[in-house]
């Protein structure tokens, strides 16, 4: 609630009342007082506008997260923003559907749908052509149905393809590949039969009960619809990754999956931040961020060295990386763009912002832990911990590349607790520390994050 006063701030001649007791500045020139601040009407406005969102947001979840998200979609990063505070909410986001989706984003069956005008390369005039042919003779069968009723001068290939690639057309055929390799066919197979339904033409087929019924040429189903549809040979659909990548493509966002979430559970053992914490860190804190690397910008320096600004994303929000000549040096090779990744750095505040200083990058495959397995009695026996603490500070090398995390795993009769070690534990090569470890006698071993 904002709380209601009034002050007095006297000037060179006058008194100013101010309404509001609020986070503002106050400055006074040639004797006169400017304010920002709000008065007790905009106040009284607000909390009022305050009060309704939140009671929507209580009561009717699905309804106010679809408005604002479609309130906002022209803008990715509160679309993002707001997608993960769906998912925190139990909210599940479902890709366009060429047979439920509408103009915008829409709750729909305890979920909230995309709607069409998110789709990159789906104009206004093919939306309304899908509509209209939907709300006229119901719902789409198949591709062949759909390219055979909706105006092909609207809705042309490259439209049906964006459709196909977001995951439009799942719900009818999950194989997304084979839906692209027949629609080579099936398009120029619709447009010819537009082409005779515009000269008034009939074709074979659709008196032969092969293509379906005479009324078939009005758009009405028959029994025996499309029957002879050109159909491509069957081929396997495509890799999971690409369909993400293609998905993203087009709609901004993984919707239906994404390539971190996999990786939630496995990667938590690193402490990794989210992109979205990154502002309540500490100057100069060390992190870790599990990522997908979505674009590198390379930059000349005044000098002529190469550096990079990186855009990066995870399950939270998007973000900026900078990545310095010297670290550039090392690791753009690794700078692959669609790939997922650990990133290691620092915090870094300027003019207000907060930005990552890239440090070293890794694959999360590549990605390996030392194990280190205690009983309780070795656990709490100081002498054998300082012994282990002394190992690996021996092993942790060059400092500035030590990123291999060290994991305690302390195994009783009844319970297996992993506890993880200080970043000042890390050790910088895994296999020659497990080695020294095993050489005094500890049980030690390497692990990969996630099984390749």
Known sequence: MVKITA???????????????????????????????????HSTAYGYVTYQTAY??????????????TANSGDTDKVQKYIN???????????????????????????????????????????????????????????????DRVDLRAVNRRTVESLIHCGAFD???????????????????????DKDRASGQGNLFDFSGLG????????????????????????????????????????????????????RKAASVLSPINLSQLNEQKEDAKVCAV?????VKKVMTKKGDQMAILQIEDLTTQSEA???????????????????????????RRDDQTQLIVED?????????????LNPQEAGDIEHLHHLKTILQEQSGDKEQARTRVIGIIQSENSRQLVRLGWQFCVQYSGRTVQALQNARFTAHTKSLIDN
């Open 7 to 41: 002050r007095k701030f006297v000037g060179r001649e006058n008194v100013y009342d101010i309404g509001v007791e609020r986070d503002h500045n106050f400055t006074i020139k040639n004797g006169l007082i400017a304010s920002n601040c709000f008065n007790k009407s």
């Open 56 to 69: 929507l947001k209580a009561n009717y979840p699905l309804e106010y997260m679809a408005a604002l998200l």
């Open 85 to 147: 505070n769906c998912v925190n909410m139990g909210i599940t986001i479902d890709p366009p559907d060429i047979n439920r989706s509408g103009l915008d984003f829409t709750p729909a069956a305890g979920k909230i749908l995309f709607g069409f005008t998110a789709v990159r390369n789906v104009g206004q005039n093919a939306i309304a052509s899908i509509l209209s042919a939907r709300d006229e003779d119901g719902e789409f069968q198949t591709l062949a149905d759909f390219c």
């Open 171 to 193: 719900k009818i055929e999950s194989n997304r590949k084979q839906l692209i390799n027949d629609l080579l066919l099936v398009y120029d197979w619709a447009q010819s039969r």
């Open 212 to 263: 379906g019924s005479v009324t078939d040429t009005n758009h009405k189903k028959g029994s025996n619809a499309f029957a002879a549809v050109p159909k491509a040979d069957p081929v396997p659909d495509f890799p999971p990754q690409e369909k993400l990548r293609k998905e993203k493509e087009l709609l901004g966002f993984y919707v239906s999956d994404h390539p971190l979430k996999a990786l």
């Open 291 to 295: 990522i997908m690397l979505n674009n």
């Open 322 to 348: 900078v990545v310095f000549p010297k670290t550039y040096e090392r690791i753009s090779e690794q700078l692959i763009v669609d790939l997922r990744l650990i990133i290691w750095g620092k915090v870094d």
């Open 361 to 373: 990058v890794e694959k999360v495959e590549e990605v390996k832990m030392v194990m280190v397995e």
